[in-house]
């Protein structure tokens, strides 16, 4: 079977994840973390793709992104991944990529989707962008969702309120579901949301029920 063209439609949310190769870790030590958001923040600036959170495991990185036209993440990605992989085999003298194939991405729906898919990136291991919101330190070049700034009228009672959110964690399924949909290059959200999307990017939005078709 073909493989379907990756979904990507500009000013929705992305959920993108990038996964290590094999055992190798794609973070050493917070230099390297740091290196990686600097890299980051440069990469997004350059292609105008909106960066609403971040989640860097030591196997893994999610980010929720939002792209300005279809051609700008595929280009932020990439410019992010290989400059990133330069940086990091020259500091450890290693060589070749340190990611497991190609970056996937889940087109998720605005509302109550797009909160549920940035609380799934802030409540990933590892150094999240969940102190942003939580009254930690804040990073200016973060672009808060209107979802984000609905929880409450002041700062503090936004951030007392994502910080309950984040220690509920997700309901089970939908942590399921947001993984599948990065994972399998799905829309996350309603049916029509997902109708939409099929009628905007001329491929199925979702899973086909597998099986043959039942007789009428």
């Known amino acids: 079977m073909a ?27 917070e230099s390297d973390r740091r290196r990686y958001l600097d890299t980051l923040r440069e990469a997004a600036a ?13 196997d893994a ?8 036209e279809p051609a700008s993440l595929g280009r932020f990605v990439q410019s992010l ?23 996937r991405c889940g087109l998720v729906e605005t509302g ?3 909160l549920a898919a940035l609380r799934f990136v802030d409540g990933q291991p590892g150094l999240t962008s ?3 919101r939580v009254g930690g330190e804040r990073s200016t070049w973060l672009v808060d969702l209107p979802e984000y700034w609905s929880l409450g009228n002041t700062p503090f009672d936004r951030e007392a309120a994502y910080r ?40 199925p939005p979702t899973p086909r029920p597998r099986g043959r078709p039942r007789r009428a």
């Open 3 to 29: 493989r379907l063209p990756r979904l990507v439609l500009p000013g929705h949310a992305h959920l993108v994840v990038q996964r290590a190769q094999g055992a190798r870790p794609v973070f050493a030590d």
């Open 46 to 58: 350059a292609e105008r793709v909106a960066v609403h959170a971040f989640a860097l495991a030591d």
């Open 61 to 68: 990185v999610w980010l929720l992104l939002t792209p300005p």
């Open 81 to 103: 991944g290989r400059r990133y992989v330069s940086a990091y085999n020259r500091r450890h003298a290693q060589r070749g990529t340190l990611w497991d194939g190609r970056y």
């Open 112 to 114: 109550a989707p797009r």
């Open 130 to 132: 969940a102190a942003h």
């Open 164 to 203: 309950t959110l984040l220690v509920q964690g997700l309901p089970p399924a939908d942590a399921e579901a947001l993984h599948a949909a990065a994972r399998g290059g799905w829309a996350w959200g309603s049916a029509g949301f997902a109708a939409d999307v099929a009628a905007a990017a001329g491929r």
